[in-house]
T-cell receptor, first 116, second 110 residues
């Protein structure tokens, strides 16, 4: 069983469209994250949810809206897509957002978004 | 503001060589330091987690050390194999988020 799974794996769309990426984890973790990996392979946090509550929102345009219907799911909706949104988006989870072994992050396989 | 730097950016070694990847961070107030491996087009695989109270962790041929006071971590890979070729990422946890370095792209030649 895949611990952190994302769908879709690939997404090609036109500028101005709205799209969603879904993430599910079966690890029983309380905390989930969205990270963006740009063309230079640099990974940067976008959002973090703990027990369905938003705890980190890193200066991301408000066209990006995360939603956590329950602890096991964290979806990312993007409105009015722009060329610069093209990237690989990674979902991750951890037992909690703090330190110690509970803070270890587990990542999904990524969703590659291409905006034309 | 926490910044994480990895040196070198790329490394090519012959099979069987022992090697060291370096990671440095600017703020020593970290919870954990985590080393990941990323294969092309794939997600991140967690290799080792060092908690702030620990000095090192070992898993098979991998050994990671942490020196919080100097803001440094090293990942030692013994007897490298072509299958070790990948990008290795270092990340530190603080304030509820993981801050990544740019990664070291490792190529192990047969």
């Amino acid at each position: 069983d895949t611990a952190v799974s994302q769908t879709p794996k690939y997404l090609v769309t036109q500028m101005g469209n709205d799209k969603s990426i879904k993430c599910e984890q079966n690890l029983g973790h309380d905390t989930m994250y969205w990270y963006k990996q740009d063309s230079k392979k640099f990974l940067k946090i976008m959002f973090s949810y703990n027990n369905k509550e938003l705890i980190i929102n890193e200066t991301v345009p408000n066209r990006f809206s995360p939603k956590s219907p329950d602890k096991a799911h964290l979806n990312l909706h993007i409105n009015s897509l722009e060329l610069g949104d093209s990237a690989v988006y990674f979902c991750a989870s951890s037992q909690d957002p703090g330190g110690g072994a509970a803070g270890e992050l587990f990542f999904g396989e990524g969703s590659r978004l291409t905006v034309l | 503001k926490q910044e994480v730097t990895q040196i070198p950016a790329a490394l090519s070694v012959p099979e069987g060589e022992n090697l060291v990847l370096n990671c440095s961070f600017t703020d020593s107030a970290i919870y954990n330091l985590q080393w990941f491996r990323q294969d092309p087009g794939k997600g991140l695989t967690s290799l080792l987690l060092i908690q702030s109270s620990q000095r090192e962790q070992t898993s098979g041929r991998l050994n990671a050390s942490l020196d919080k006071s100097s803001g440094r971590s090293t990942l030692y890979i013994a007897a490298s194999q072509p299958g070790d070729s990948a990008t290795y990422l270092c990340a530190v946890t603080g304030g509820g988020k993981l801050i990544f370095g740019q990664g070291t792209e490792l190529s192990v030649k047969p």
